[in-house]
């Protein structure tokens, strides 16, 4: 039996993962657990299936033809998905296209400007580790990210971005300012950087994923996705 398989977290299983995690178990033991079995693939497995299904969206890629009804109903009850995905929000980059068509209940994704694990980000990631059993959780940057483009611009000129923006693009400054002056282009040595860093992040500031991670549970890696080719280049 694989290290997922029993995953499935109710009350009980929900409290052994700590003291840290006892407001979430009040919630696990309530509409809010999962309800059913986890996926049976293991974090290798699930990072294996994502590289092939995005080496399939690279050579031929086509529209999907899914039975989508189908595929509706099978989890309208029960959702059981084998990968988290913190992703840009960027239009350009959907991640269920670019890992070759994945069908309905099959990817965990939470998307805002510059990937960013935030605490409502980082909740839902615990959610999908703790409560789904989802054993892989990719922090996807791309080429040419706005949002790490601007926190570039504020590093360099000082740039000062109105309402909302200047505060979201804080946590990616300290990413900038690490690749400021390396050879190559900025830009995307911050992209790069900021994917690295937030997956770090993940870890470092959730006990929830850390104890899954110690525990062989769960893996946490980054990963850049190339605009012109469609190629996702794993970090890790």
């Known amino acids: 039996m694989c ?9 009980r299983a929900f409290l052994r993962l700590g003291a840290g995690m006892a407001a979430a178990a009040a919630v696990g033991g309530s509409a809010f657990a999962a309800g059913g079995p986890a996926t049976s693939l293991t974090a290798d497995q699930a990072l294996a299936k994502l590289k092939e299904g995005n080496q399939r969206y690279v050579s031929s890629p086509q529209a999907c033809v899914a039975d989508l009804a189908k595929a509706r109903a099978g ?19 959907p991640p ?11 990817l965990f994704i939470a998307r805002n400007a510059g990937n960013m694990a ?15 059993g989802v ?17 570039c611009e504020v590093v360099e000129k000082s740039t000062k971005f109105p309402g909302s923006i200047g505060p979201m ?6 990413a900038a300012l690490a690749v400021k002056g390396k050879p190559g282009d900025f830009v995307d040595n911050a992209v790069r950087e900021n994917a690295m860093r937030t997956a770090s992040r993940i870890v470092s500031a959730s006990n ?9 549970k769960v893996k946490v890696v980054a990963a850049r996705y190339d605009l012109d080719d469609g190629l996702v280049e794993f970090f890790g």
């Open 118 to 132: 935030d605490t409502a980000t980082l909740g839902t990631i615990e959610y999908g580790a703790a409560v789904l």
């Open 208 to 216: 929830i994923i850390a104890d899954l991670v110690k525990n062989g």
């Open 169 to 174: 693009l804080e946590p990616i400054i300290p």
């Open 3 to 11: 290290i997922v398989c029993d995953q499935k977290m109710g009350r």
């Open 75 to 93: 989890v309208a009850k029960h959702q059981a998905p084998w990968v988290t995905i913190l992703s840009c929000a960027d239009s350009r980059v």
């Open 135 to 151: 054993p892989l959780i990719v922090v996807l940057g791309h080429e040419s990210c706005g949002a790490v483009a601007a926190a």
């Open 96 to 106: 269920e296209l670019i890992f070759g068509g994945q069908n309905v209940g099959e």
